[in-house]
């Protein structure tokens, strides 16, 4: 079974309190939280670079 990685919003101070979790594979929660932040937190088209280098130093390993 592939492991998963989690990103757990609740660990990040946003302007919504957001208490997402998003785990899967890391290329799955890379993407998958882009799309979050984009939708969710308002970040714009140009950090995307930035932002899934960021998701993917810091996913956790994720247990389940
Ligand atoms: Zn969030």
């Known amino acids: 079974m592939a492991k998963?990685?989690?990103?757990d919003c609740r660990k990040y101070p946003?302007?919504?309190g957001c208490t997402i979790t998003?785990?899967?594979?890391?290329?799955e929660?890379?993407?998958l939280g882009w799309l979050h932040?984009?939708?969710?937190?308002?970040?714009k088209?140009?950090?995307?670079?930035?932002?899934?280098?960021w998701i993917r130093s810091n996913a956790e390993?994720?247990?389940d």
């Open 4 to 7: 998963r990685v989690k990103v």
């Open 14 to 16: 946003s302007e919504k």
């Open 22 to 27: 998003i785990s899967g594979s890391v290329d």
């Open 29 to 31: 929660v890379v993407e």
């Open 37 to 43: 932040a984009k939708v969710h937190h308002a970040h």
């Open 45 to 53: 088209d140009e950090e995307e670079k930035g932002l899934k280098d």
């Open 61 to 63: 390993a994720a247990n």
